[in-house]
């Protein structure tokens, strides 16, 4: 009898272990070519987040908000940090930046205007893509993918990203945190979890 209820005892005890268990995420595409696709198609949304950089001179921490409309975007910078609030608007071949002085300044491209005005080499055109868990246009050097066809780590134009999570938001899985280095700069890009907007 005692033998018998340790036995029904145990099972017990595994049972809720088992329900105790949080479900094992699966993932939402068959493939990286599926997701590429689903990804590639999301032309419109916006994020809000914090970055860290990290220069051999200085480091600095800004809150980031990024907002894109097919081939228009806005992206904010703004405190706490060592300046004021910069707004980067642009559209192929067209950018203008606001600095915290209400100067205004124009540029072709908006890496030349980041590296002019701030002294960072921001690679705007390529974030477009790797904020969305994409590899952007051009050669890829390396890249690694998880079990989820989700990617992992990404080596593209002198730039080693690795994507150390993702969030599912409707349909898809969006970056969380990111980190970026290239040579003797460093940023870290974490996307608050609630503040994805997309639209495809």
Same mark, same amino acid.
């Given at each position: 009898?005692?033998?018998?209820?340790?036995?029904?005892?145990?099972?017990?005890?595994?049972?809720?272990?088992?329900?105790?268990?949080?479900?094992?995420?699966?993932?939402?595409?068959?493939?990286?070519?599926?997701?590429?696709?689903?990804?590639?198609?999301?032309?419109?949304?916006?994020?809000?987040?914090?970055?860290?950089?990290?220069?051999?001179?200085?480091?600095?921490?800004?809150?980031?908000?990024?907002?894109?409309?097919?081939?228009?975007?806005?992206?904010?910078?703004?405190?706490?940090?060592?300046?004021?609030?910069?707004?980067?608007?642009?559209?192929?071949?067209?950018? %203008?930046?606001?600095?915290? %002085?209400?100067?205004?300044?124009?540029?072709?491209?908006?890496?030349?205007?980041?590296?002019?005005?701030?002294?960072?080499?921001?690679?705007?055109?390529?974030?477009?893509?790797?904020?969305?868990?994409?590899?952007?246009?051009?050669?890829?050097?390396?890249?690694?993918?998880?079990?989820? %066809?989700?990617?992992?780590?990404?080596?593209?134009?002198?730039?080693?990203? %690795?994507?150390?999570?993702?969030?599912?938001?409707?349909?898809?899985?969006?970056?969380?945190?990111?980190?970026?280095?290239?040579?003797?700069?460093?940023?870290?890009?974490?996307?608050?979890?609630?503040?994805?907007?997309?639209?495809?």
């Amino acid at each position: 009898m005692a033998i018998r209820t340790c036995v029904i005892v145990l099972g017990l005890l595994l049972l809720l272990s088992s329900c105790a268990q949080p479900p094992q995420s699966t993932p939402l595409t068959s493939s990286w070519p599926q997701r590429q696709q689903q990804l590639s198609a999301l032309n419109t949304w916006q994020f809000r987040g914090h970055v860290v950089f990290k220069m051999p001179e200085r480091k600095l921490s800004a809150n980031v908000y990024w907002q894109q409309e097919q081939d228009s975007y806005q992206v904010m910078l703004f405190g706490p940090l060592g300046f004021n609030t910069v707004n980067l608007d642009g559209l192929p071949g067209k950018v %203008h930046l606001k600095d915290s %002085h209400g100067h205004v300044y124009e540029a072709s491209s908006p890496e030349q205007l980041m590296q002019t005005q701030l002294g960072w080499l921001l690679p705007i055109s390529s974030l477009y893509y790797w904020v969305r868990g994409l590899p952007a246009p051009g050669p890829v050097t390396r890249v690694s993918y998880d079990v989820y %066809h989700r990617i992992n780590t990404l080596e593209q134009d002198g730039w080693q990203i %690795h994507y150390e999570a993702y969030q599912r938001l409707q349909l898809f899985e969006l970056p969380k945190e990111i980190t970026f280095t290239q040579v003797k700069f460093y940023m870290h890009l974490t996307i608050e979890g609630d503040s994805w907007q997309v639209k495809s």
